[in-house]
């Protein structure tokens, strides 16, 4: 600005001035000269940021204090934040108020176990204005993880697994999942290792027991410790039960007796259990069976309807709701019976001798390894059947002997008889009377005949 001042002097004689007017005239110069004196410039405020506090995993405190607001107001102030060097309010960060001084706000949305750039902000007209660079580290805390529903599951073994979606600041170096047959299992039940890092990851169940429900965790652990995910439960499937089968006792000809013991129902209760048993291998439950109720443990079976002198395969069955499963296969043969004969009538019969035998019309399913005649001497043996008897060879079909030394005159009573494995069968019994001694004496007119007992 320029003040121009044009005083006019007259050609004419010059007059006196009058030295009052003239002072007045500076005095009102004077001013305007002052006043338009250059003005000094603005910049932008001046600010420096605080120690950082209250840290914590996902927060802390921060501030700052204004401390020249540069020649003009300041309009905005607070602190900004970030993972990378020199953060700005292009980024994250938090207003905390206007004007020059100290000041403090809170440090929100942040992950644990970081470093973050911190630095205080103060705003005029001019512009922004940025503290030095201050750096923290949040706290590391327990991963988090999430537990994956339960898959491929069968009687002794399943599927599961987890995702880690934060390490908590802190590499994971182990994690996996654990199971127990309780609520909420932890790493000292049944577990699965060796697997680290974040993300998804599967684990596979084993060692189970059919029928049971468990209780499944996933769980991460790093520096800070430990976490679990949400618990899942699921329930193995029943398998066929276990079964062994007795031995063959109490044999005859046409039974015995077996049985078996279920040694583990497979975690389904068993709704029919007994023996089975055929001419064949492997018999099964179309075949020939007992019928012995219920329950686990160990049962009785008895086997009847057999034929003599055949061997027969027996199994104990037993059922639940997977199904029929069959015990251990073991093998016996029935007895033989006693052979079928029957006694002929005595022929040929004298004073001292018979002819006796008998008819075998079945060896009982077992050779015949004796035959013959069985008898009494009711005059010198008293009390005493069949003292006597004679052999009459082996086998069956019609056989017959000779009896000797007989007395005259007597009665005799007897039996024929057939021996086997199984012991020895009669047939029925007869009778017949040798004949008495005849003395004939032979006179010149006549002759007598005398009878001798």
């Given at each position: 600005?320029?003040?121009?001042?044009?005083?006019?002097?007259?050609?004419?004689?010059?007059?006196?001035?009058?030295?009052?007017?003239?002072?007045?005239?500076?005095?009102?110069?004077?001013?305007?000269?002052?006043?338009?004196?250059?003005?000094?410039?603005?910049?932008?405020?001046?600010?420096?940021?605080?120690?950082?506090?209250?840290?914590?995993?996902?927060?802390?405190?921060?501030?700052?204090?204004?401390?020249?607001?540069?020649?003009?107001?300041?309009?905005?102030?607070?602190?900004?934040?970030?993972?990378?060097?020199?953060?700005?309010?292009?980024?994250?960060?938090?207003?905390?108020?206007?004007?020059?001084?100290?000041?403090?706000?809170?440090?929100?949305?942040?992950?644990?176990?970081?470093?973050?750039?911190?630095?205080?902000?103060?705003?005029?007209?001019?512009?922004?204005?940025?503290?030095?660079?201050?750096?923290?580290?949040?706290?590391?805390?327990?991963?988090l993880i999430s537990t994956t529903s339960i898959t491929d599951i069968g009687p002794n073994s399943a599927t599961s697994g987890g995702n880690v979606t934060s390490d908590g600041g802190s590499a994971i170096f182990a994690r996996g999942i654990?199971?127990?047959?309780?609520?909420?299992?932890?790493?000292?039940?049944?577990?699965?290792?060796?697997?680290?890092?974040?993300?998804?990851?599967?684990?596979?169940?084993?060692?189970?027991?059919?029928?049971?429900?468990?209780?499944?965790?996933?769980?991460?652990?790093?520096?800070?410790?430990?976490?679990?995910?949400?618990?899942?439960?699921?329930?193995?499937?029943?398998?066929?039960?276990?079964?062994?089968?007795?031995?063959?006792?109490?044999?005859?000809?046409?039974?015995?007796?077996?049985?078996?013991?279920?040694?583990?129902?497979?975690?389904?209760?068993?709704?029919?259990?007994?023996?089975?048993?055929?001419?064949?291998?492997?018999?099964?439950?179309?075949?020939?069976?007992t019928v012995d109720g219920t329950g686990s443990g160990t049962f009785t079976s008895s086997l009847t309807g057999l034929q003599r002198v055949t061997t027969y395969y027996i199994r104990a069955y037993a059922i639940n709701s997977m199904g029929?499963?069959?015990?251990?296969?073991?093998?016996?043969?029935?007895?033989?019976?006693?052979?079928?004969?029957?006694?002929?009538?005595?022929?040929?019969?004298?004073?001292?001798?018979?002819?006796?035998?008998?008819?075998?019309?079945?060896?009982?399913?077992?050779?015949?390894?004796?035959?013959?005649?069985?008898?009494?001497?009711?005059?010198?043996?008293?009390?005493?059947?069949?003292?006597?008897?004679?052999?009459?060879?082996?086998?069956?079909?019609?056989?017959?002997?000779?009896?000797?030394?007989?007395?005259?005159?007597?009665?005799?009573?007897?039996?024929?008889?057939?021996?086997?494995?199984?012991?020895?069968?009669?047939?029925?019994?007869?009778?017949?009377?040798?004949?008495?001694?005849?003395?004939?004496?032979?006179?010149?007119?006549?002759?007598?005949?005398?009878?001798?007992?």
């Amino acid at each position: 600005m320029k003040l121009f001042l044009y005083i006019s002097f007259q050609r004419k004689p010059m007059r006196i001035i009058n030295l009052f007017s003239i002072g007045l005239i500076v005095c009102m110069i004077l001013p305007i000269f002052w006043n338009c004196k250059k003005e000094a410039p603005q910049i932008i405020p001046t600010v420096t940021v605080s120690a950082v506090t209250n840290l914590a995993a996902d927060g802390a405190s921060g501030g700052g204090e204004v401390t020249d607001d540069g020649g003009a107001e300041v309009t905005a102030r607070g602190i900004c934040w970030g993972t990378a060097k020199s953060p700005s309010i292009s980024g994250t960060f938090v207003a905390c108020g206007t004007g020059t001084g100290s000041f403090s706000g809170a440090i929100t949305g942040i992950n644990p176990g970081t470093t973050y750039y911190v630095r205080a902000y103060a705003t005029n007209a001019v512009g922004t204005g940025y503290s030095e660079q201050a750096t923290f580290n949040t706290l590391t805390i327990a991963p988090l993880i999430s537990t994956t529903s339960i898959t491929d599951i069968g009687p002794n073994s399943a599927t599961s697994g987890g995702n880690v979606t934060s390490d908590g600041g802190s590499a994971i170096f182990a994690r996996g999942i654990c199971w127990s047959i309780a609520q909420n299992p932890k790493i000292t039940d049944s577990k699965t290792v060796g697997e680290t890092g974040t993300g998804t990851f599967v684990s596979a169940i084993t060692g189970l027991v059919p029928a049971t429900t468990y209780f499944v965790r996933a769980y991460a652990t790093n520096s800070a410790g430990t976490n679990y995910g949400n618990q899942v439960s699921f329930t193995t499937s029943a398998v066929l039960a276990t079964i062994t089968t007795n031995i063959a006792t109490g044999i005859t000809s046409g039974k015995a007796s077996s049985g078996g013991v279920i040694v583990s129902d497979g975690g389904s209760p068993i709704t029919a259990k007994g023996v089975c048993w055929s001419k064949s291998v492997n018999p099964t439950t179309a075949n020939s069976k007992t019928v012995d109720g219920t329950g686990s443990g160990t049962f009785t079976s008895s086997l009847t309807g057999l034929q003599r002198v055949t061997t027969y395969y027996i199994r104990a069955y037993a059922i639940n709701s997977m199904g029929t499963v069959y015990g251990n296969q073991v093998a016996f043969t029935t007895n033989p019976t006693l052979p079928t004969l029957t006694t002929q009538a005595a022929s040929t019969v004298q004073t001292y001798s018979a002819i006796v035998g008998g008819n075998i019309t079945d060896d009982g399913g077992a050779f015949v390894t004796a035959r013959g005649f069985a008898y009494n001497d009711p005059i010198l043996v008293v009390g005493i059947d069949y003292f006597y008897n004679i052999s009459i060879g082996n086998g069956i079909g019609i056989f017959s002997g000779t009896i000797g030394g007989l007395d005259p005159a007597t009665t005799y009573t007897g039996r024929a008889y057939a021996t086997n494995s199984a012991g020895t069968a009669y047939g029925n019994e007869i009778s017949f009377t040798t004949n008495p001694i005849i003395i004939i004496i032979t006179g010149k007119s006549n002759q007598s005949i005398i009878q001798l007992k």
